[in-house]
């Protein structure tokens, strides 16, 4: 019994002094021991590893499956439709690890972790890479960053996809569509990634899809203040056309009452509608309007 009792004691000293860690929010992680990943998933948290003692020590593997935005750049795109090249075109993306087990699983798999402490040096390569250390906490962590998945799965892949997508269109297309366009470019992006473990949530052109020669752009403008032109054109025939229209009912309606009039007054329409005329040049006289009316007009 007092050697029961001291085992006890012994494995929860050793448990109460395994080195904590922690697991951030928007990551997940598992712990490698001597037969490799354990297979259960751990959420975010705080914890410690197992003791390790004279034995080797198991590590933590972290793994970022939150939202992360990267920007891909396609120095030169040709347009066949419209034989156009295109430079400098510039893609946002923003992706994330799916969120089933089997993704995560073989996001761990096959994307070779490193040293945490490694990833978080802004003085290494393009810096951070998004990584965060916690004082006081096991340096035995190891972290899959989004960028290491970036660079992975995303980056030698999807400009295939975003050419492809935007070689299906003219070069006015490009100009005008972006929002559209983008929204095409990424179900493609998706279509190709159907069967990797991440997904691209947004895609867009911030600086608009890419430069196009100083010459093309210039004819486009020319042909766009054409065409503004003559929108501009058409919409006052139409308003012309209009007016025509509401002159017309009028004359419809006066014609109506001078016709009645006249058959009320016992007159032909023509008599009535001379009297009327009369009438009006007096009116004008009247008001001081020089008024000459020729011998025709006066019986």
Not at 29 to 55: E, H, M, S, Y
Not at 198 to 218: K, M, Q
């Amino acid at each position: 019994m007092k050697n029961i009792l001291l085992i006890t004691l012994i494995l929860l000293f050793a448990v109460g002094c395994g080195e904590r860690t922690s697991i951030q929010p928007g990551e997940v992680g598992k712990v490698l021991g001597n037969n490799g990943l354990q297979g259960d998933i751990k959420k975010p948290g705080v914890f410690r590893l197992p003791f390790c003692g004279t034995a080797a020590c198991p590590k933590l593997v972290r793994l970022q499956t939150n939202k992360h935005a990267e920007t891909i750049k396609i120095n030169s795109l040709f347009l066949p439709k419209s034989e156009v090249d295109l430079k400098n075109v510039e893609i946002g993306i923003q992706f994330r690890v799916k969120q089933d087990e089997a993704s995560i699983n073989r996001v761990f798999d096959e994307v070779r972790p490193k040293s945490a402490a490694m990833a978080a040096d802004k003085t290494e390569g393009e810096g951070s890479e998004g990584v965060e250390t916690q004082d006081g906490e096991s340096t035995r962590v190891l972290i899959i960053s989004s960028k290491m998945v970036f660079n992975t799965y995303i980056k030698r892949k999807a400009p295939d996809a975003i050419v492809s997508s935007l070689r299906a269109h003219t070069v006015e297309e490009i100009l005008t569509d972006v929002p559209e366009i983008a929204e095409q470019t990424k179900k493609r992006v998706n279509e190709m990634f159907k069967d990797s473990p991440i997904e691209v949530t947004e895609l867009g052109f911030p600086n608009g899809i890419g430069e196009a020669p100083e010459e093309v752009l210039v004819a486009k403008r020319k042909l766009f203040a054409i065409e503004a032109e003559k929108a501009r054109r058409v919409k006052a025939l139409e308003a012309e056309l209009e007016i025509e229209k509401q002159r017309m009912a009028v004359q419809r309606v006066r014609s109506k009452n001078d016709k009645e009039i006249a058959t009320n007054l016992g007159m032909d329409t023509a008599s009535y509608v001379e009297l009327k005329v009369l009438e009006r040049f007096a009116d004008a006289a009247e008001d001081g309007t020089s008024v000459a009316i020729g011998a025709p007009l006066i019986k």
